[in-house]
Every structure is written in structure tokens, then in C-alpha cells.
């Protein structure tokens, strides 16, 4: 059964870098489409990135585009999510989510694997 577990969040200063990541425990896996969500308080949770299973497609927010990167170590069955020239604005909970669709969906009800969600902080 697939497990999604997200780490690497914290706090950090306007400009800076993070790169979270997101571990599928079962290894024996294959096939899933994995998106990046974000959730500030207050807010509606939105999509962030994502990338076909494939590893061929990515896609973005307008808003991280050019900031943010999605990439997968196939061998360590992760996901990744580096964020450079980050904004206070940037501030939420960023979850990973999984689905075995055939094409990459950007709408969070279309997933159903979530992990727990790993808070990133951006101070100005």
C-alpha cells in the first residue's frame, strides 16, 4: 500500500531555499502521479506542482513557476520539490498527493493518497 511521507519543511527567510521531500514507503509501487498541494490558513488548498509518472510531464502554478521544481529519485522512490526565492506569501502546509491516473490531474479531489503535510514558514 502506498504511503506518502513529506519532510524538509521549516522556517526560513525571504530569498531562500528549500527543498522538500516526499518518500513513498512501498517500494514495490509503480505507476503513480505525484502532485504538490499547499494549504495556508484560511485558505482553500491549491495546487502546486506535479509530474506524470511517467517522469516525462511537469507542471505548475503560475505562481512558482520559474521558483519551484519538481523532479523523482526513481531508486529512492521520492519526490522532491526544491523552492528558491521563496516569499512570505509561500507560507503554508505543503502535501504530496498520489493518484495512478493515466493523465496528471491539478485538482486536489482527483488524488486519493495524501501524506501528512510538512509546514513551511517563509519570514520578510
Known amino acids: 500500500q502506498v504511503q506518502l511521507v513529506e519532510s524538509g519543511g521549516g522556517l526560513v527567510q525571504a530569498g531562500d531555499s528549500l527543498k522538500l521531500s516526499c518518500a513513498n514507503s512501498?517500494?514495490?509501487?509503480?505507476?503513480?502521479?505525484v502532485a504538490w498541494f499547499r494549504q495556508a490558513p484560511g485558505k482553500e488548498r491549491e495546487f502546486v506542482a506535479a509530474?506524470?509518472?511517467?517522469?516525462?510531464?511537469?507542471y505548475y502554478a503560475d505562481s512558482v513557476k520559474g521558483r519551484f521544481t519538481i523532479s523523482r529519485d526513481s531508486a529512492k522512490n521520492t519526490v522532491y520539490l526544491q523552492m528558491n526565492s521563496l516569499k512570505p506569501e509561500d507560507t503554508a502546509l505543503y502535501y504530496c498527493?498520489?493518484?495512478?491516473?493515466?493523465?496528471?490531474?491539478?485538482?486536489?479531489?482527483?488524488?486519493?493518497?495524501w501524506g501528512q503535510g510538512t509546514q513551511v514558514t517563509v519570514s520578510s
Open positions: 509530474m506524470h509518472w511517467s517522469g516525462g510531464s511537469t
Open positions: 498527493a498520489a493518484n495512478s491516473e493515466l493523465y496528471v490531474d491539478l485538482e486536489a479531489p482527483l488524488y486519493n493518497i
Open positions: 512501498d517500494r514495490t509501487s509503480k505507476g503513480y502521479n
